[in-house]
């Protein structure tokens, strides 16, 4: 079955492209229907879809990788229905990633396919060299460069 972007939907204002809606071809075989995560609880999110926004349930990823879990800003497969379900992720295109809350080595996604970032800092008192460090990037390529002066 082929299927042409036209996005009836209106989930472009979302950031949803002609690209991804052709890595979501198998998907939209499968039934399934795009979904921009904009928010994770403990194993619940809120995604949001052609038919608005809905709490999903998704599966941890098994071993545990803080990088693999849904995050703000994903763009997933959901399977809708009385209790809809995260599927399965697209590829992400970025990824803030900062150092996990835990004392692993693991990381953790604060938001993921973002444009631009606006870093603000308090003006009232002498910011420390470590919050005026350049960012090391998320491992993404072009997206990854600092601010011009």
Known sequence: MSHTFTDPSGLSRYGWTDALDHTFAAHYEAGLVPARVSRVDRGLCTAITASGPVRATFAAPYPPDPLLTPCTGDWA?????????????????????????????????????????????????????????????????????????
């Not at 420390?128 to 997206?143: K, L, W």
């Open 77 to 149: 497969a959901l399977r809708p229905g009385a209790e809809p379900h995260l599927v399965a992720l697209l590829p992400r295109h970025s990824a803030i990633v900062r150092s996990s809350a835990s004392r692993s080595s693991h990381g953790q996604v604060l938001a993921a396919n973002v444009d631009t970032v606006a870093v603000v800092a308090p003006t009232g008192r002498r910011p420390s060299p470590a919050t005026c460090a350049p960012p090391t990037g998320s491992g993404t390529g072009s997206h990854d460069r600092p601010a011009p002066h």
